[in-house]
T-cell receptor, first 116, second 109 residues
Framework: GAVVSQHPSRVICKSGTSVKIECRSL??????MFWYRQFPKQSLMLMAT?????????EQGVEKDKFLINHASLTLSTLTVTSAHPEDSSFYIC????????????FGPGTRLTVL | GQNIDQPTEMTATEGAIVQINCTYQ??????LFWYQQHAGEAPTFLSY??LDGLEEKGRFSSFLSRSKGYSYLLLKELQMKDSASYLC??????????WGAGTKLIIKP
């Protein structure tokens, strides 16, 4: 089956620093990758959709200058949380979809970010 | 607007059967997904329905009625490891997933 990896799985950082999270599709080419955020006991919230080689599409209310997304290849997308603050502490999950628009999304294992 | 409704929490007994309902109103429909999510982990895929009817996969079955905007996930022979949140998601006309808030399923011995 399709496998998506995410790195790191956990990160603790100081307020004001930047954190980069990587999302990789290991055995398929992901034309589209999605970045979600999930707060405790809440559902997934889509932050942005990224297509390989083009700019990400951000959902309303998500600051594109704060959450930088790069989808440079068909197997790698990165999310950088810039100048992180404690309210950015959350579970960040990426998912990837193959070449078919109707394909299911395959989820990475998630990254737990804690900003002190 | 787009809306996915499912119960917040359900409780069932080990060995029993439980049905988790999901109703939706979306702009377009390109299929409905059910995912399982254990606490602190990412969602894992359970089922995909795009045509009306019942899809059976082992202990889990998923049903869809497009005319009613309704789906359910049926879990049989419940096991303690089935304690998790179950997320209903609909793919809209733009092939974006619209997520429900999830149903927390508690299994009691």
């Amino acid at each position: 089956g399709a496998v998506v990896s995410q790195h790191p799985s956990r990160v603790i950082c100081k307020s004001g620093t930047s954190v980069k999270i990587e999302c990789r599709s290991l055995d398929f080419q992901a034309t589209t990758m999605f970045w979600y955020r999930q707060f405790p006991k809440q559902s997934l919230m889509l932050m942005a959709t990224s297509n390989e080689g083009s700019k990400a599409t951000y959902e309303q209310g998500v600051e594109k200058d704060k959450f930088l997304i790069n989808h440079a290849s068909l197997t790698l997308s990165t999310l950088t949380v810039t100048s992180a603050h404690p309210e950015d502490s959350s579970f960040y999950i990426c998912s990837a979809r193959g070449t078919s628009d109707q394909g299911e999304q395959f989820f990475g294992p998630g990254t737990r970010l804690t900003v002190l | 607007g787009q809306n996915i409704d499912q119960p917040t929490e359900m409780t069932a007994t080990e060995g029993a059967i439980v049905q988790i309902n999901c109703t939706y109103q979306t702009s377009g429909f390109n299929g409905l997904f059910w995912y399982q999510q254990h606490a602190g982990e990412a969602p894992t895929f359970l089922s995909y329905n795009v045509l009306d009817g019942l899809e059976e996969k082992g202990r889990f079955s998923s049903f869809l009625s497009r005319s009613k905007g309704y789906s359910y996930l049926l879990l049989k022979e419940l096991q303690m490891k089935d304690s998790a949140s179950y997320l209903c998601a609909v793919m809209d006309s733009n092939y974006q997933l619209i997520w429900g808030a999830g149903t927390k399923l508690i299994i009691k011995p």
